[in-house]
């Protein structure tokens, strides 16, 4: 199946800093989604990219469709401590036969310290 | 209240016996689908459906069974569980698969085979 490239693994940050990462791939998406996942939870979505070059604000997230359809990043501005949890990005891929496949990164484990 | 259910949340069991994971949407969604999350791994697309009657794989299929009789329910079926398949279980549904606002996630299943 498609591999998506998540990064970085984890991140510590201060309260605070904004925080950066991204997900790259191999092959071309027509949908990229950014999810938060918070312990003992399912994932819920953050924001959703369906065209390339979208660029697109969620409060204090921001997120964008690379030009290529190979790439995605997130962006989380003056990081607060609710902000911990595992970060997904995940790329749609729209299969010959008009079906749907949804394909996830790796995660991102994001600590806060206050 | 709008959501997706599962049931078992937890699950027991040895291997070779045959167990079904119940998943429930409440709001009419057409998409559903099914996913594994491995530590390290992120989660994997198992199968998903498009509608009643309309089911295909997603990235990792072997050894599990699905079916869509009613537009409500997605049930997993696992016909002769294997310890590889201990791991935590989500489903999801949204209105269709282009519409990812519209997507809920269960709560997840936790399945250890011994």
């Known amino acids: 199946g498609q591999q998506l490239n998540q990064s970085p693994q984890s991140m510590f940050i201060q309260e605070g800093e904004d925080v950066s990462m991204n997900c790259t791939s191999s092959?071309?998406?027509?949908?990229w989604l950014w999810y938060k996942q918070d312990p003992g939870e399912g994932p819920v979505l953050l924001i959703a990219?369906?065209?390339?070059?979208e660029l697109t604000s969620n409060g204090r997230l921001t997120a964008q469709f690379g030009i290529t359809r190979k790439d995605s990043f997130l962006n989380i501005s003056a990081s607060i401590p609710s902000d911990v949890g595992i970060y997904f990005c995940a790329g749609q891929l729209r299969s010959g036969a008009g079906s749907y496949q949804l394909t996830f990164g790796k995660g991102t484990k994001l600590s806060v310290i206050p | 209240e709008a959501q997706v259910t599962q049931n078992p949340r937890y699950l027991i069991t040895v291997t070779g016996k045959k167990l079904t994971v119940t998943c429930s949407q409440n709001?009419?969604?057409?998409?559903m689908s099914w996913y594994r999350q491995d530590p390290g791994l992120g989660l994997r697309q198992i199968y998903y459906s498009m509608n009643v009657e309309v089911t295909d794989k997603g990235d990792v299929p072997e050894g599990y069974k699905v079916s869509r009789k009613e537009k409500r329910n997605f049930p997993l079926i696992l016909e002769s569980p294997s310890p590889n398949q201990t791991s935590l279980y989500f489903c999801?549904?949204?209105?269709?698969?282009?519409?990812?606002?519209?997507?809920?996630f269960g709560p997840g299943t936790r399945l250890l085979v011994l």
């Open positions: 709001m009419n969604h057409e998409y």
């Open positions: 990219l369906y065209k390339a070059g």
């Open positions: 092959s071309i998406f027509n949908t």
């Open positions: 999801a549904s949204s209105f269709v698969s282009g519409v990812w606002e519209t997507q809920y």
